[in-house]
């Protein structure tokens, strides 16, 4: 079986232990690779035909220092008939004009470069009053995760978008 490439950028490493969750909790035993951004090339990148990309929101609605450095390698990157999913970690309640920006920001960027994005996630149940990651159709554009203000939702909530995703990522892998 190929392999799923699973990349994140961290300020905090909460958006790493997400992403070891996965790797350990979702996925047979060498099916996901995790890799920081921080150590990625678009050549692994571009390696893989499924990919779980993760970001926290950093200050006021910005992409955490990693992933902004690594953004420029996307150009390198041939996303057509790639399939991608995306999780994002915010704080509602401490930043509820762009709560998890990011997350949204960076799915613009995927989605203008041709990649077949899956994995959108209901709205309903988070309370933020603005948020680029939301698509305004009832979904964000990725899972979303409050590990501040609602930790106790994280495992349901993790458990059922990977249930959604996995099918079409292993599909893919």
Request: glycine letters at 12%; proline letters at 3%.
């Amino acid at each position: 079986m190929s392999k799923i490439g699973l990349f994140f950028a961290t300020d905090t490493g909460n958006t790493r232990k997400i992403a070891k969750r996965i790797q350990r909790d979702y996925f047979d035993e060498g099916v996901v690779e995790i890799c920081n951004v921080e150590k990625a090339t678009a050549d692994l990148v571009g390696s893989y035909d499924a990919l779980i990309f993760g970001t926290p929101t950093a200050g006021d609605g910005e992409y955490p220092a990693t992933l902004q450095d690594f953004l420029p390698q996307l150009d390198e990157i041939d996303f057509h008939g790639k399939t991608v999913a995306l999780y994002g970690l915010g704080d509602q309640v401490g930043y509820p004009h762009e709560f998890v920006d990011a997350l949204g920001m960076f799915y613009e960027e995927l989605e203008s470069r041709g990649a077949n994005i899956v994995g959108f996630w209901p709205v309903a149940g988070y309370d933020h009053a603005l948020s680029r990651g939301d698509m305004g159709d009832g979904h964000f554009c990725g899972l979303v995760l409050d590990l501040d203000n609602q930790a106790e939702l994280t495992d349901s909530r993790l458990s059922t978008w990977i249930a959604d995703i996995k099918p079409a990522l292993l599909g893919s892998a």
